[in-house]
């Protein structure tokens, strides 16, 4: 069935506009779903809806919303309330400027909408303005209400058409300053990052949609066929890395590079090898990599990547 566009209204650059539909870019794949039983009957519980203070059990389509303006006290908002506090950007995406594509940290992308033109009317308008954004490679800037709230959107040509990427706000997203504010300023041993460019370069490719298939998912799926046969399946063995070792950086890179002739001094602290008298090491400890899971395809075979989502 051809899909239904989750929001109508208009396209507008200065005076130039077209009625537009907006469709979500993603679907629900038949992923993996779990109800909750009950151990002793092994039934499905089932969540009911019911007034917090006489325990009286409500038909969801009985509900209205409210706003708690204080404690245990609310005001009742009424489809005629939503429909009185409507902005221009509940109707209209107007384009409000133009950045560079890589102005956007990608930490800012929220979910992504296909946007289409909305019928004949206006299609030779959408067009123009698609030509000219990707002429242009800018990304264009707007607002939009979804879901009663407004959010600031990123529009960008994507194959035919264009593509809508909601933006998170500067206060939706968490301070990472606590997380990196205590990482050093000295820069790492410059031979070693010549070194990791070189793995960087050696395992450069072509971006695959298979990369980014859910592998715990595959597996998953094949321990359940076993279990719905009776049968087992056995645990994939995964080497954890021990977090107290203190890794030969330099040795470790070099061996990864195959380069094992040379091993230098391992250094006290992890990542500041220091160049000095070249010893030979008796033993040079691996650096500890997770295993792939083979016998997950064995037991189930490779799942076809979904359709790709967004760049």
């Known amino acids: 069935m051809p899909q239904r566009p989750i929001w109508r209204g208009h396209l507008r650059l200065a005076l130039v506009s077209c009625p537009i539909a907006?469709?979500?870019a993603n679907h629900d794949r038949g992923s993996l779903h779990f109800n909750l039983i009950n151990p002793k009957t092994g039934n499905r519980i089932k969540m009911i809806t019911q007034d917090a203070d006489t325990g009286d059990t409500l038909s969801r389509g009985d509900l209205v919303k409210g706003y708690e303006f204080k404690k245990d006290h609310y005001l009742i908002v009424d489809d005629e309330d939503f429909e009185t506090a409507r902005i221009e950007s509940s109707t209209t995406l107007k384009i409000e400027k133009f950045v560079d594509t890589n102005a956007i940290d990608p930490i800012y992308f929220d979910a992504s909408y296909y946007v289409a033109p909305d019928g004949d009317a206006g299609q030779d308008v959408y067009l123009v303005l698609r030509d000219a954004i990707a002429s242009t490679g800018k990304i264009a800037l707007s607002r939009i209400v979804i879901a009663r709230r407004e959010h600031p959107i990123a529009v960008m040509p994507m194959g035919k058409g264009l593509v809508l990427h909601t933006l998170h706000e500067e206060r939706d997203l968490n301070d990472y300053g606590a997380i990196f504010d205590h990482l050093p300023s000295s820069k790492p041993d410059p031979d070693m990052i010549q070194l990791a460019t070189q793995l960087i370069d050696r395992q450069t490719g072509t971006y695959d949609p298979a990369d980014i298939e859910d592998r715990y998912e595959t597996r998953l799926r094949a321990v359940i066929d076993a279990k719905l046969k009776g049968e087992g399946i056995e645990a994939?063995?995964?080497?954890?890395p021990?977090?107290?070792?203190?890794?030969?950086?330099?040795?470790?890179?070099?061996?990864?590079l195959g380069q094992t002739d040379v091993t230098p001094v391992a250094s006290t602290k992890a990542g500041t090898s220091k160049p000095g008298k070249?010893?030979?090491a008796a033993k040079e400890k691996p650096v500890a990599t997770k295993k792939t899971a083979p016998a997950a395809k064995k037991a189930s075979g490779q799942a076809k990547p979904a359709s790709r989502k967004r760049a």
């Open 22 to 24: 907006l469709y979500s």
């Open 278 to 280: 070249q010893k030979t």
């Open 242 to 256: 021990d977090r107290g070792n203190v890794v030969d950086l330099m040795a470790a890179l070099r061996k990864s």
């Open 236 to 240: 994939e063995q995964e080497e954890e």
